[in-house]
């Protein structure tokens, strides 16, 4: 079984809905990540989490909202979507120890907003 | 000028060939570094760390050099399944350590 899973990996849906990406991992880590991908502009963070209830805002945060109710489980909501937010979801986690702090990526939820 | 920097390429060698990608980063004060590789459509994962002193992983080698802010990937005997995005990762400093900041990625087509 996968250690980071995503639902739904696809998703498409029209201008002003809200949309829940959900985020679970089995890895024990403490932190987690959403990142968007648009083709020719890398990976770009939208929020973490370095525990249960934590969040901050990455670089990119505005029109979307997070929760972290439980150490395993990170959603990630568009609260009304808009077409610039088509775009590749990934979540990620991390062991947040010195020295470690690979992540470690799940499959992403690919979503087109009409 | 972007934190993290990669040739997008893309770079089309033939089975066998020796490829080389390299990357430059901005921040200074970065300690960590990695190469993640992503296929079309698919997760990005980790290829491997990049250490000091540079260090190897079979057919693949990569380097860091501090006083350059450089770092590279060296593909040996290049196999088709070797084809797909490399993106070069840099940790951020100080209160940013958490972050990893990703380059856009090079690109690689191995041809028969």
């Known amino acids: 079984d996968a250690d980071v899973t995503q639902t739904p990996r696809n998703r498409i849906t029209k201008t002003g809905k809200r949309i829940m990406l959900e985020c679970s991992q089995t890895?024990?880590?403490?932190?987690m990540y959403w990142y968007r991908q648009d083709p020719g502009l890398g990976l770009r963070l939208i929020y973490y989490s370095f525990d249960v209830k934590d969040i901050n805002k990455g670089e990119i945060s505005d029109g979307y909202s997070v929760s972290r109710q439980a150490q395993a489980k990170f959603s990630l909501s568009l609260e009304s979507a808009i077409p610039n937010q088509t775009a590749l979801y990934f979540c990620?986690?991390?062991?947040?120890?010195?020295?470690?702090?690979?992540?470690?990526f799940g499959p992403g939820t690919r979503l087109t907003v009409l | 000028r972007k934190e993290v920097e990669q040739d997008p390429g893309p770079f089309n060698v033939p089975e066998g060939a020796t490829v080389a990608f390299n990357c430059t980063y901005s921040?200074?004060?970065?300690?960590?570094f990695f190469w993640y590789r992503q296929d079309c459509r698919k997760e990005p994962k980790l290829l491997m760390s990049?250490?000091?002193s540079g260090n190897e992983d079979g057919r693949f080698t990569a380097q860091l050099n501090r006083a350059s802010q450089y770092i590279s990937l060296l593909i040996r005997d290049s196999k088709l399944s070797d084809s797909a995005t490399y993106l070069c990762?840099?940790?951020?400093?100080?209160?940013?350590?958490?972050?990893?900041?990703f380059g856009s990625g090079t690109r690689l087509l191995v041809r028969p």
């Open positions: 890895k024990g880590h403490d932190r």
């Open positions: 921040n200074s004060a970065s300690q960590s």
């Open positions: 990762v840099v940790e951020g400093s100080g209160d940013s350590s958490y972050k990893l900041i």
């Open positions: 990620a986690t991390s062991e947040g120890l010195a020295g470690h702090n690979e992540q470690f």
């Open positions: 990049v250490y000091s």
